[in-house]
């Protein structure tokens, strides 16, 4: 014990332990007020618990902003959605709880992307790159909600190290493994398919036996999508064939899907590891300049309009988890029978983000998604000044007209409504 105390107290230990806890507070000062939850993050968590409570499936999440011109849905891999089963059973279901596996994940991340560092090119350029990446606003933001692609930066640092392992020293393993990532990569999001193509030509690149590696890699890369290939195997390549669809209409209607930094996010490891050995290279000639450019670096993305304290990035400061389980308690309470819900703030209006801690906090399920019309009684999530008459929103105008009731305002902005027939 007391070798392992001096050993911590050693100066660059001490470095670590900071970085270490400065970003960990970063991420969780405030953490209930800030967590993103949104339509993604429940829809993310109904899949997940509907495997556990209702059937089982082949097929992961339902992507509700991708569609096909003939109306059909792109559905992902299935493996995200598993790894969420375990900590539904674990947290009861909780969203907080969840998310904070979110954020250790990211932190995780940063630590493997230190020790790969360090042991390619030493201390100094892991110390760094520990640095540029734990406290990247991009990093700090992904930190704090449930998301399918959260995963790519730490497939990105294992994919680093073993490209890096092969050009050394040739070996199938990592063939096998680089395989294997790429195909989780893959059922994670389609997008991945450009770095699924880059790092199979960098693995025969680097290999003596490229037939054999690139049979190995390709065949190790189907085993994170086999559920997906059995699904398509038994359903005439529904899946596939709904991809093929969605291709061709974005050739035609290029405008329909957009590519963002969020595709490349497996990349982010890559470009902090230059960076960090970038910085080595100036701290080498000027140990000045090297700290002034760190500390520009860290207030260009730690500012406030960046990172939020207060609320969630991307989200009303209404709209906290407190705030929308607050509002499911009071639609419980309210005791409905013939009910649906709705929510007036992003893409989906389908109130996915009272969807879930009804059915799976208060045992109350709403109707389904198609069912709007036939609903009694219709809560509606809204800001407190909407106008119900000139609302051109679907789901509240297909079953009207609607007595509405105010029941309860939530934080400064935002209301739940009950209209009732």
């Known amino acids: 014990m007391k070798n392992f105390l001096k050993s911590l107290l050693k100066k660059n230990n001490l470095i670590f332990i900071a970085i270490f806890l400065l970003a960990t507070l970063v991420r969780f000062y405030n953490f209930p007020d800030r967590v993103t939850f949104g339509p993604e993050q429940a829809i993310s968590l109904e899949t997940s618990a509907k495997m556990i409570k ?3 499936s082949l097929l992961g999440i339902e992507n509700v902003q991708r569609t096909t011109s003939q109306g059909l849905k792109i559905f992902s891999g299935a493996l995200f959605s598993y790894s969420i089963i375990p900590l539904l059973l674990i947290f009861d279901y909780r969203v907080l709880p ?6 250790v994940l990211n932190i995780f991340t940063g630590l493997v992307l230190y020790f790969v560092a360090e042991k390619m090119y030493g201390k100094k350029v892991a110390t760094f790159s520990l640095v540029l990446f734990l406290f990247n606003n991009y990093m700090v933001y992904h930190s704090l909600f449930i998301w399918i692609l959260n995963y790519l930066p730490l497939l990105g640092v294992f994919s680093i190290y073993l490209l890096n392992q092969e050009k050394r020293k040739f070996s199938l393993l990592p063939v096998f493994w680089l395989g294997i990532l790429s195909g989780i990569g893959m059922t994670l999001e389609y997008l991945f398919l450009p ?20 049979v190995v890699f390709f065949f190790s890369s189907l085993i994170p999508n086999l559920p997906l290939i059995i699904f398509d195997l038994r359903h005439n390549f529904y899946n596939l064939n709904v991809l093929w669809l969605y291709f061709l209409d974005v050739l035609n209607h290029p405008g329909i899907s957009g590519v963002s930094y969020y595709h490349f996010l497996q990349f982010w490891p890559f470009v902090i590891l230059v960076l960090g050995l970038l910085a080595e290279k100036i701290w080498d000639k000027s140990k000045l300049l090297s700290i002034s450019l760190i500390i520009v670096y860290l207030i260009i993305n730690i500012r406030p309009s960046l990172i939020l304290l207060d609320r969630p990035t991307g989200m009303p400061k209404d709209l906290t988890i407190n705030n929308i389980y607050s509002v499911a308690a009071t639609i419980k309470k309210d005791n409905p029978l013939n009910f649906n819900v709705a929510v007036i703030n992003d893409f989906d209006t389908r109130g ?22 036939n609903a009694k009684v219709l809560y509606v999530l809204a800001q407190r000044n909407y106008d119900f008459k000139k609302s051109n929103v679907w789901e509240i105008n297909s079953g009207g007209p609607y007595k509405i009731d105010l029941l309860s305002n939530v934080g400064q902005g935002y209301s739940i409504f009950k209209l009732s027939k």
Do not use: M
Not at 98 to 103: L, P, R
Not at 196 to 214: G, M, P, Q, T
């Open 352 to 373: 996915h983000i009272l969807r879930y801690p009804l059915e799976f906090t208060y045992n109350l399920v709403s109707e389904a998604v198609e069912n709007y019309p």
């Open 195 to 214: 770095t699924y193509l880059l790092v199979l030509i960098l693995a025969l690149y680097f290999s003596k036996k490229r037939f054999v590696s690139f």
């Open 98 to 103: 969840i998310s904070v596996y979110f954020s």
């Open 54 to 56: 209702e059937k089982f």
